[in-house]
Each structure stands twice: as C-alpha cells, then as structure tokens.
T-cell receptor
Framework: SQQGEEDPQALSIQEGENATMNCSYK?????LQWYRQNSGRGLVHLIL?????REKHSGRLRVTLDTSKKSSSLLITASRAADTASYFC????????????FGEGTQLTVNP | DTGVSQDPRHKITKRGQNVTFRCDPI?????LYWYRQTLGQGPEFLTY????????KSRLLSDRFSAERPKGSFSTLEIQRTEQGDSAMYLC??????????FGPGTRLLVL
C-alpha cells in the first residue's frame, strides 16, 4: 500500500483562487517531494522539503512539513488554468533506501 | 523536458510476448529508478541502480521482469511473457545520489 495519502482526491476551483492539498505519511522520512503530472505525461518535480525544514517557498508554491503529525501541505496561490493536473506527494523514507513512495494524488481542476 | 528520455513512448503487444524499454538518464546522475503507474494511482517503485549495480528490487518485480544498466549509463527494463496485468505506464527517473528524482515521459504499455 502507498505510504503517502493525499487529501482531497479531487479539487475544483476557479482561476485566481488558492488551492491547498494535504499529504499524510506513516514512517520517518529523509525528505518529502511534491510532483505534478499532466494527463498521460511524466512527473514534473515541484519542490523538495527536508525532514528538518518546516516550510519552503518556490514561486506560487508553498510547502509545509509537520514531522510530528507526519503530514505536509502544498499551497498553490493565484491558481491558473494551466495548473490543472494531478499532484503527488512522495516520501523518501529513512529505512526505504532511495525509493520514493507516492500517494494516490490529488486531481486539481482550475476553471477559467 | 527534464533531460531523462524513454523509448518507446507507447507499446502495444500481445499477451505472451516479450517487451523491452529503454531509459537514458541525465548523464551525470549516478542513480536510476524504474517505477510503474496504473491509471488513477501514484507510481510504484520497481527497482533502482547506483551506477551499474542494481541495489534494490520491489516485490512487484516478478521473475518475468529484469532490468540492467550496463556501464552505469542507460538502462533497459524487459518484461517476458507479458500479461494483461502488466499494462501500465513505466516511468524512469534519475538523480544524483539521494536527491530530487527527475522523471522521463514514460512508456505506456498495453497488453492485449
């Protein structure tokens, strides 16, 4: 079973609104990464946050990490129609070698 | 374009046939990973290499699957005696040691 679980499974918003996606995981991690995937395409890396970091920003993206709750959130501000995609969190566990464990993803739809 | 390429992008085969996929990682990356993704799910780890050494294999990688990375450059993933359950997107990723993994566009396999 997947370690990371995203919430919600699907999110539909209007252009200009903010989108927040959450991810929970079960074991200790070295880092947590967020990826985006457009339909039928490969994954695009968005941001990596290490286990000793609490918050990270990249452009319109803001990621938080709470290791005590084993959870992370991805905030996309001022969303655009081009942000429509599936978003996955992936954890690099302390005992899992280098494998990434992905959740099932959040399907984000931004309506123009 | 992440710099990771995969070939072919699409493959349709009949049950029982063998198929081979190729991945060319970013040239300076030591690590190369294979994942499998079915519709509506996140990617699942299959195996990874550090240089030419295959260091970890998932239980998902049955004895019909074999992966190689000769000379620590490109990698091939072969599936023998394909089954309909093998239909999926096969994703390759590369990274410099334990850092961000960069994914290729994937090979979509359909077994009839």
């Amino acid at each position: 079973s997947q370690q990371g679980e995203e919430d919600p499974q699907a999110l539909s918003i209007q252009e200009g609104e903010n989108a927040t996606m959450n991810c929970s995981y079960k074991t200790s991690i070295n880092n947590l990464q967020w990826y985006r995937q457009n339909s039928g395409r490969g994954l695009v890396h968005l941001i990596l946050i290490r286990s000793n970091e609490r918050e990270k920003h990249s452009g319109r993206l803001r990621v938080t990490l709470d290791t005590s709750k084993k959870s992370s959130s991805l905030l996309i501000t001022a969303s655009r129609a081009a942000d429509t995609a599936s978003y996955f969190c992936a954890t690099d566990g302390e005992t899992s070698g280098s494998r990434l464990t992905f959740g099932e993803g959040t399907q984000l739809t931004v309506n123009p | 374009d992440t710099g990771v390429s995969q070939d072919p992008r699409h493959k349709i085969t009949k049950r029982g046939q063998n198929v081979t996929f190729r991945c060319d990682p970013i040239s300076e990356h030591n690590r190369l990973y294979w994942y499998r993704q079915t519709l509506g799910q996140g990617p699942e780890f299959l195996t990874y290499f550090q240089n030419e050494a295959q260091l970890e294999k998932s239980r998902l990688l049955s004895d019909r699957f074999s992966a190689e990375r000769p000379k620590g450059s490109f990698s091939t993933l072969e599936i023998q005696r394909t089954e309909q359950g093998d239909s999926a997107m096969y994703l390759c990723a590369s990274s410099p040691l334990q850092e961000t993994q960069y994914f290729g566009p994937g090979t979509r396999l359909l077994v009839l």
